[in-house]
């Protein structure tokens, strides 16, 4: 048997689950779930878990969920970075099923993640992706997780890199740029990109000066968010794309490459930024920030 790897311990996470979902469903729901996992506890097979795993919108419904302050603080305590907020009770359910796959056996356990994410609907393969900061074996899922940044579909992707701390937590680099790449290329709020500073590159910024250098050939407007990757690694080599954006970008764009200028030592992003005083004032006052710029860019 090969070493198990967890992110959560997973009864207190089968509980935590299980409390909200008691609090959602109605009593046919609940009943079907106590059979279907009864099942599972007794004599375990695929074909049940299968049923049971695709089932849950005909049985439970997919009810839009509340969640209070004290529960995603809980969230929070389980694992580091999870939260559930979002979820409706087809995600919860799924996930709660999701949790009762044998585990023991590593490669075994990847592969049969694998093998659903290849026959599951858009909205399995959702619910799989959304609950990855709870599965065991983690580092083994890391090959599933990239196939499916490859995904077009919006709801699939964002499960994958939006409020999700996997990413940032078992994705190498290489993965991890794609995945931010594509967000920005889809569209996708990037500040809703778990711990996404901290996995800022000098090769990621690379790649976004140069997505943007396309899009303004094709003469179409940038995320102004791409200069939050672009900052830390500011320099000679990219003073004329940020002073561009500050001459002939949108407002947004504008207060983010000033951001980046002042998020950043090199003397030339100082001097643009002394060059817009009013800007600066209102970055020292917190008035502008990525959160902000984010917020603001995507609604």
């Known amino acids: 048997m090969q070493a198990t790897t967890y992110q959560t311990d997973l009864k207190q996470a089968k509980d935590f689950l299980y409390a909200i979902i008691r609090e959602s469903a109605t009593a046919e729901g609940l009943k079907w779930l106590d059979q279907q996992t009864h099942k599972l506890e007794q004599e375990w097979n695929y074909r049940t878990f299968y049923f049971s795993f695709s089932s849950v919108p005909r049985f439970l419904g997919k009810a839009t969920i509340t969640y209070s302050k004290a529960t995603l603080s809980q969230a929070r305590e389980l694992r580091s970075g999870f939260s559930p907020e979002g979820w409706d009770l ?80 078992y994705l190498d680099q290489e993965a991890w740029n794609q995945l931010l790449l594509k967000a920005v290329f889809m569209g996708r709020p990037l500040y809703k990109i778990d711990r996404a500073d901290e996995r800022a590159n000098p090769e990621l910024a690379r790649m976004l000066v140069d997505f943007a250098h396309e899009r303004w050939a094709a003469h179409r407007q940038i995320s102004p968010e791409i200069w939050r990757f672009v900052a830390p690694y500011l320099g000679e080599q990219y003073l004329s794309e940020l002073e561009k954006s500050i001459k002939d970008g949108q407002p947004l764009e504008v207060e983010a490459a000033l951001l980046a200028c002042a998020q950043n030592t090199y003397s030339g992003g100082r001097t643009l930024l002394e060059q817009h005083p009013d800007f600066r004032q209102r970055i020292q006052k917190g008035d502008i920030n990525w959160n902000s710029i984010g917020e603001r860019y995507n609604a």
Do not use: S, W
């Not at 900061?133 to 499916?148: D, I, Q, V």
């Not at 919006?154 to 890199?161: G, R, Y």
């Open 90 to 169: 087809t995600q919860l359910v799924r996930t709660y099923i999701l949790l009762y796959l044998p585990h023991n056996n590593e490669a075994e356990y990847a592969q049969t993640i694998d093998r659903m994410c290849e026959t599951a609907d858009m909205y399995e393969q959702q619910a799989i992706y959304a609950a990855l900061p709870l599965l065991p074996h983690p580092k083994a899922l890391t090959g599933r997780t990239a196939e499916g940044i490859r995904t077009n579909m919006t709801n699939v992707f964002d499960a994958i890199a939006l409020q999700n701390p996997y990413p940032a937590d």
